[in-house]
């Protein structure tokens, strides 16, 4: 796991948007797989901008968000399909034809879980997949309990997370109860993970997250067990790590290493 502890919010996400353009360059047909939130808004800011300025193409890049409300659609305001148009897909050039977000007014919910993992796997499975974390340690809607082989699937919300969301809805009473959300397994068969965390309020679940024990009550824990994980996070999330001082160490170390000239280039 590399972790890179950037001083605030927008060194988080422009250091995210960094990784997030450079995976993109190094692929012919790049798949994503996104998340919403408002951790993730100031990386599709960066990204917007690069698309405007010229410098990122997204024509070939296909698309799977994480996880939907059951029983809202992209035309509900607090859906998350109306989250991805309003914050990326409006400004950027993707073909509508290759972005996936889960239908929450899917008429049979659980075969529509099926035929997205399907859609995953024939799209080559996902490259690079952007994640956030909730307070309670969830990635996706991976709440605390979910099996960590789970699949796209149905999952009830904790009282935790539907307060969390609630400042998108209005009231926590209008947040949905169930979502359909990617699994624990099928996001740690992406082939790269990036996970940003900005906040005090996030500090915690990052904490039991990189330095507790894997555990399905934190889910984001089963990142630990994933070989190419990159996690990018400001000071206010990271203030519970115990070993901060020597991540700083190591990201040093590898700066050192990456800019060591080969023997042939000497
Ligand atoms: C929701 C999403 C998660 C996201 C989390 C964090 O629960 N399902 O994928 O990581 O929100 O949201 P925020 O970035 O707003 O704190």
Redesign the pocket.
Known sequence: MRLLIRRDGAAVSAEAARIVQDAMASLDYPVLGL??????TGLYQELSRSHAAGELDFSRVTTFN??EYVDLGPDHPSSFARFMHVELFSKINLDPSRINVPDGLAPDLEAHCLDYEALIQSSGGIDLQI????TDG????NEPGSSLGSRTRLKALTDE?RR??ASSFGREEKVPRVAITMGVGTILEARSCLLLAIGRDKAAAIRDSIEGPVTSQITASALQLHPNVTVVIDEDAAHLLRRRSYYAQVEEAELEMANRSTPAER
Do not use: E
């Open positions: 998340s919403t939130g408002r951790t993730v994480l996880d994640l956030g974390i909730g969830h990635i996706a809607f997370t969390q969301n």
